[in-house]
């Protein structure tokens, strides 16, 4: 029953020193205030909650830095899927089990304990389904827990390759399904995380593009308890085709035909108008955010300053993977704020820290988004917990909320030094436990999948 001791710690009530912690069954059974370590302890400086990743696509880590040469017209959101999709077709189970390994370490090590994994490369190359079909899902599963990081896995529905049903595209043939295989699949899943306290599961119908209003709603009744995530509103074109079919914007027509509520995480929900912008917010959904790949994609800047006034929940997901970073992700989600509004510390209250405001925000939209306990230092809570590094440059003589600003928008990931996930210490001084194994295995399946 490991007891760690903080000089400093960030609590649900805010700042507190000399915390210890006591972890048990991979959750903080007790805390106390104000007391010196005693023998035993094992002794920090920052203690923090872990952020909760609300948006994955494993498979696409093995992208990055691929898909950045510019092509003979306008490069764009659709001609950036082409190359991924071309990418997608050519990984095997192995491949993608060794690239999501890697993924996880890295995020586990950048301050994430945990990821909701919208998982829909479910095929093998030809189209056909594995002979068993929840063979990439386990493998998703299996790189969790190699890496150690908590899990929401939410298999995708994807069936037509846009509005009013129309037919998949043969670049899309490995994530496509009807709704009884996908149920089957859904099943599979429940077993595999079937008494994993640090596994969860969820169901995500892709995008209004990809599935038909029927599908939706039989999608959305085979989730049962658990979350709904579903990708809305990224690009203006998937805004204006939504309007062709049906005459509505894509989160209008989803507030309107859907039950949307606080099991929902409507990720992107770039576009939105103010009526949009309200309604989403009183709905209780997360939105799911995802600036680093939303400013990799060209995809647009979301509405925060209206969100959040209206009391807009939301979360951060790495989305695309090409670069992972918890505290970089909200730092570009302030930037692309303050470039928006030509103006500084926008998402943040009067007086308030703009770390502290965004880490508030995203530690309960990323426990509400993947129905995990986390996201608090708090008794009773998943114990999902990060240590800053005081021995960091940029936190020298930092206190307080200081440290959150100086972590997000100048230290990055350099700062995390320790991570536990569901209790369990998995990056320590800055290092995950299997980093070497799990990149060696990275680097060669990298080397191959380049290969000519
Ligand atoms: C995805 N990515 O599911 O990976 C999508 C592209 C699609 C983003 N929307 C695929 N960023 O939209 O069909
Ligand atoms: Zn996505």
Redesign the pocket.
Known sequence: MPILHAASALLPAGWRSEVRLTLENGAIAAIEMGVPPRDGDERHAILIPAIANVHS?AF?RAMAGLAEIRGEGTDT?WTW?ET?YRFALTMTPDDVEAVASQLYVEMLEAGFAAVAE?H?LHHAPDGSPYASPAEMADRIVAATRAAGIGLTLLPVF?AHSTFGGAAPKPE?KRFITDVGAFQRLVEDCRRTVKGRPNEAIGVAP??L??VTPGELSEVVAIAGDGPIHI?VA?QVKEVEDCVAWSGARPVRWLLDHAAVDDRWCLV?ATHMDEGETRDAANSRAVAGL?PI?EAN?G?GVFNAEQYLRQGGRFGIGS??NVSIGAGAELRQLEYAQRLKARARNVLASRGGSSGRTMLDAVSSGGSQALMRRSGRLATGAVADIVALSSDHPTLAGKAGDQILDAWIFSAGNGAVSCVWSGGQKVVVDGRHVSRDPIGSKFRTTMRRLSEP
């Open positions: 696509h696409q959101f899927r991924m919208f829909y994807y899309q892709h995008s593009r990809a990708h990224e992107h995802c790949t994609l995809d989305d695309s």
